[in-house]
């Protein structure tokens, strides 16, 4: 069973530039969350989607933006690149019990901004 | 708003000694207590959950947590640590009130066990 797969795992993309950044959720899981983790910091909630709609989003701009998939898969999207978006994006996922199961998390996008 | 607080950096202990990293919660409802683990440029591993019941939660790799309502505190323990379980450990909180699934998590604390 695969678990959440993130791609690509690396990324280098210069300030100003735009990033699309993909997760396909854990077999059986509806929902994706995305989350940012600065270097040394705890992951930060950017939003989440359900039925390919944003339901829930963290105090990040609007520069941030996403997209959900029929097939329950995401895209998590960036323009205007700044040096501070330099960061680890984890994307969860979580299943039709979304209030009483954990979420599982992909390995992550590392994307490095110059 | 929810919050999580991990009161330490760090956290050193001897291989075959038990480990405690703690954890303390802020939320206006009932709240959902996870644990996760990440080892180096690798996502976040489920450890265990506690959602309702038995304030002692057992999880993966003998780890264990105790949730205590009074001191708001979801410290994660386990009997005798491992060289293996060096890692960086997250402790997260969902607010089960809100009906909201995004999770807060701490700073995280790197566990380093000596052999």
């Known amino acids: 069973d695969a678990g959440v797969t993130q791609s690509p795992t690396h990324l280098i993309k210069t300030r100003g530039q735009q990033v699309t950044l993909r997760c396909s959720p854990k077999?059986?899981?509806?929902?994706v969350s995305w989350y940012q983790q600065a270097l040394g910091q705890g992951p930060q909630f950017i939003f989440q989607?359900?039925?390919?709609?944003?339901?829930q989003r963290g105090n990040f701009p609007d520069r941030f933006s996403g997209h959900q998939f029929p097939n329950y898969s995401s895209e998590l999207n960036v323009n205007a690149l700044l040096l501070g978006d330099s960061a680890l994006y984890l994307c969860?996922?979580?299943?039709?019990?979304?209030?009483?199961?954990?979420?599982?998390f992909g390995q992550g996008t590392r994307l490095t901004v110059v | 708003a929810q919050s999580v607080a991990q009161p330490e950096d760090q956290v050193n202990v001897a291989e075959g000694n038990p480990l405690t990293v703690k954890c303390t919660y802020s939320?206006?409802?009932?709240?959902?207590l996870f644990w996760y683990v990440q080892y180096p440029n690798r996502g976040l591993q489920f450890l265990l959950k506690?959602?309702?019941?038995?304030?002692l939660v057992k999880g993966s790799y003998g780890f264990e947590a105790e949730f205590n309502k009074s001191q708001t505190s979801f410290h994660l323990k386990k009997p005798s640590a491992l060289v293996s379980d060096s890692a960086l450990y997250f402790c997260?909180?969902?607010?089960?009130?809100?009906?909201?699934?995004?999770?807060?998590f701490g700073t995280g604390t790197r566990l380093l066990v000596s052999p």
């Open positions: 969860a996922s979580s299943g039709l019990d979304r209030m009483n199961t954990e979420a599982f």
């Open positions: 989607y359900y039925e390919e709609e944003e339901r």
């Open positions: 506690y959602i309702t019941g038995d304030n």
């Open positions: 077999s059986g899981h509806d929902t």
């Open positions: 939320v206006s409802g009932n709240p959902y």
């Open positions: 997260a909180v969902r607010d089960m009130n809100t009906g909201f699934q995004k999770l807060v």
